[in-house]
């Protein structure tokens, strides 16, 4: 049991790593480099974003995209937004 628990927070922390760099890429990227990382993506070896730059990828992310409501979410989820 716990070497199934361990397997998934590890993949949850893989799968945090991986939005937050791409978040992050996204955010500061210009056109072409976005499309270089994300053509990258598929035919290339993922770098992750180092962990000391994950927190301020988040910050800048936050900042940039504001905060919504829970509300607000479901409502863009259903597409009422």
Sequence with gaps: MQRALRGAQKRRLRALSDATTAA???AHANHDDLRDFLGGLETGPK???????QGRALESMK???????MEEYRARLRGHA
């Design 63 to 69: 900042q940039k995209l504001g905060t919504i409501s």
């Design 47 to 53: 770098v992750p974003l180092p962990p000391e730059a």
């Design 24 to 26: 992050w890429i996204g």
